[in-house]
Nanobody
Framework: QVQLVESGGGLVQAGGSLRLSCAAS????????MGWYRQASGKQRELVAA???????NYADSVKGRFTISRDNAANTVYLQMNSLKPEDTAVYYC???????????????WGQGTLVTVSS
C-alpha cells in the first residue's frame, strides 16, 4: 500500500523559512504529479504548488517568488521550500500525489495526513 508521509511543519516567525518534505512509501513505479495544498481554518483547501515528473511547476499567485517546489523522482519525494513566510500562510499543508503506479494498483490520487505550519507576526 502506498502512503504519503509529510514532515517539516512547525512554528516560525514572519519572514522566516520552513522546508516541507513528503515521501511516498511503498512499491512505486512512478508518480505523475506531486504537489502541496493547504487549508487554513475556516477556508477551503487550495493548491499551493505542483510539479510533474518532468519538472514542470505551477504555483498559486499568493506564493510565487516565495515558495519553491522540487522533487526527487528516484526517491518519490517532493519538497516545498517556503521563504518570506507571512501570517496568512498559516495552514495545514497537505501533500498530494496524482497518478501513482505501484506494483499492484494505480492510485489516481493520494493525500498525506497534513502538517501544520504556523507563522507568527
Amino acid at each position: 500500500q502506498v502512503q504519503l508521509v509529510e514532515s517539516g511543519g512547525g512554528l516560525v516567525q514572519a519572514g522566516g523559512s520552513l522546508r516541507l518534505s513528503c515521501a511516498a512509501s511503498g512499491s512505486i513505479f512512478s508518480i505523475n504529479a506531486m504537489g502541496w495544498y493547504r487549508q487554513a481554518s475556516g477556508k477551503q483547501r487550495e493548491l499551493v504548488a505542483a510539479i510533474t515528473s518532468g519538472g514542470s511547476t505551477n504555483y498559486a499567485d499568493s506564493v510565487k517568488g516565495r515558495f519553491t517546489i522540487s522533487r526527487d523522482n528516484a526517491a518519490n519525494t517532493v519538497y516545498l521550500q517556503m521563504n518570506s513566510l507571512k501570517p496568512e500562510d498559516t495552514a495545514v499543508y497537505y501533500c498530494n500525489a496524482q497518478g501513482t503506479i505501484s506494483t499492484r494498483v494505480t492510485y489516481p490520487q493520494l493525500w498525506g495526513q497534513g502538517t501544520l505550519v504556523t507563522v507568527s507576526s
